[in-house]
């Protein structure tokens, strides 16, 4: 047997693979004593006919049907004998027999691509540094307390802390109704940021019982659109005063007694809510910066097999693990596919420092993970370790970490401080970590 590997490129290859019929004798005579097991010819039990006789009358057909079975077989010894490690599935490109002379086939196959890695050692990277602002610590007690407000009816809306419920109606440009435009019991919260300005203002003293109707912007530029509305209820908003009751609310296994301390233990909680948000940062910025510095080869089957588990995520979010209606799979993976793409390439450099740095996991790294997780979930320690000494995803995150922290601190890291004012005027360019982690006001419906 004879074969050739054609390298396309870093993680393409095809093998061609060119055997005898001397070669394939072997690999014929195993699939006619396999057919031979049930074959029924007259004259003979079940599976007990003369080789010879199944060679005489069916050889050709046998052989023939086998060839796909002799390729796969010897494919697969050329994978052990050559220490090979394709990645998803092979496909077969070519097959040729000659009868009783040669055959001969092509697979191509992806492997786990070889690149010259970058020097990761004093990656220069940026963190955001967040002040912790009069202004910042004052929005976040007010979002505590408004966590916890209660509401007391009112004769009038005379202030931003009211709520208003209304019936709308949406009108023509004459102030006709339109039919199926109305919505009943609609409740807003005057101080709610995202709140319209020009409906904000036009709601100013409104009484239950009153009718009004309203000039708001439309959705296109420079149009308006008229509204009706009812008002059936007006509610002043009150905060919880900043007193004991309320921080043992807060803070349960605390003692805290005055509004001091109340301020400085909210001031640590930020400290470390937006120290972890500068920590993530750092790791982001790491990943992104390492995959700009290295040319890495992207096999497809990797991006595939991350296609593939963002659809099964999209599963499991329904209880029938299914699909949603309408869902458009392909449209999804299309849109997600340079996600994929970018998560493969630090998969590869990630492996590659590891491999380079000879990182493992050891005793001493699992101990901790250990006991922090008995504790979380209140387990014996002997119990947690049983598993997590033999569970790869557990070894994987250790290991991810372990990896990360050497990262970080062989970089070059540059603080840039952030005050409360660009937060405000770089609002847009907020993460979704600094969005979760920001104060925030208690949201109702927009007009």
């Known amino acids: 047997m004879e074969f050739k590997v054609n390298k396309a490129d870093a993680v ?29 010819i007259p004259g003979f039990r079940k599976g007990k006919a003369p080789v010879s006789m199944i060679k005489r009358m069916y050889g050709e057909m046998i052989e023939q049907a086998s060839l796909e079975d002799v390729a796969n077989e010897v494919y697969k010894n050329y994978l052990d004998e050559n220490h090979v490690h394709p990645l998803g599935e092979a ?6 027999y000659e009868n009783r002379q040669l055959f001969k086939f092509k697979i191509k196959y992806e492997v786990k691509p070889d690149f010259d890695l970058a020097d990761y050692k004093g990656v220069q990277v940026s963190r955001t540094v967040y002040e912790i602002n009069d202004k910042i610590l004052d929005d976040e007690v007010k979002y505590m307390q408004s966590k916890h407000v209660t509401y007391e009816p009112a004769e009038k809306a005379d202030g931003d802390e009211f709520t208003i419920t209304m019936d709308v109606q949406k009108l023509d440009e004459t102030g006709v109704d339109i039919i199926g435009q109305r919505d009943k019991d609609v409740r807003f919260y005057l101080n709610d940021p995202q709140i319209n ?38 509610e002043k908003v009150v905060f919880p005063e900043l007193k004991e009751e309320f921080f043992n609310t807060i803070y349960k296994d605390a003692e805290i007694k005055t509004v001091e301390e109340f301020r400085a233990k909210v001031r640590t909680d930020l400290e470390g809510i937006y120290k972890n948000i500068g920590d993530q940062e750092i790791r982001n910025n790491i990943v992104s910066e390492l995959i700009k510095l290295n040319d890495v080869p992207v096999p497809d089957a ?98 991810d970490d372990k990896l990360m922290n050497f990262l970080i601190e062989n970089a070059k890291i540059k603080d840039v401080l952030k005050s409360d004012e660009e937060n405000t005027e770089n609002s847009e360019e907020t993460t979704e970590e600094e969005k979760e982690a920001k104060p925030k006001k208690t949201k109702k419906k927009k007009s």
């Open 302 to 399: 990797l991006v595939e097999n991350i296609l593939n588990s963002y659809v099964e995520d999209v599963k499991n979010q329904n209880p029938k693990r299914q699909l949603p209606a309408g869902f458009d799979e392909e449209e999804f993976r299309r849109t997600k596919r340079a996600e994929a793409i970018l998560q493969v390439k630090w998969y590869l450099i990630r492996d590659k420092i590891v491999d380079q740095e000879k990182m493992e996991v050891s005793d001493a790294d699992l101990e901790p993970v250990i006991e922090a997780d008995a504790k979380k979930y209140n387990l014996p320690v002997d119990k947690i370790k049983a598993v997590y000494e033999n569970n790869a995803d557990v070894k994987y995150r250790i290991l």
């Open 197 to 234: 300005k020009e409906f904000k203002e036009q709601l100013d003293q409104i009484a239950p019982g009153e009718e009004r109707v309203l000039m708001l912007p439309g959705q296109e530029e420079g149009t308006t659109e008229k509204y009706k509305v009812f008002c059936t209820k007006v």
């Open 91 to 96: 496909q077969m490109v070519d097959m040729d």
């Open 12 to 40: 393409k290859h095809e093998v061609e693979f060119e055997l005898s019929y001397e070669d394939l004798a072997p690999h014929f005579e195993k699939a006619i004593k396999k057919y031979q097991k049930k074959a029924e």
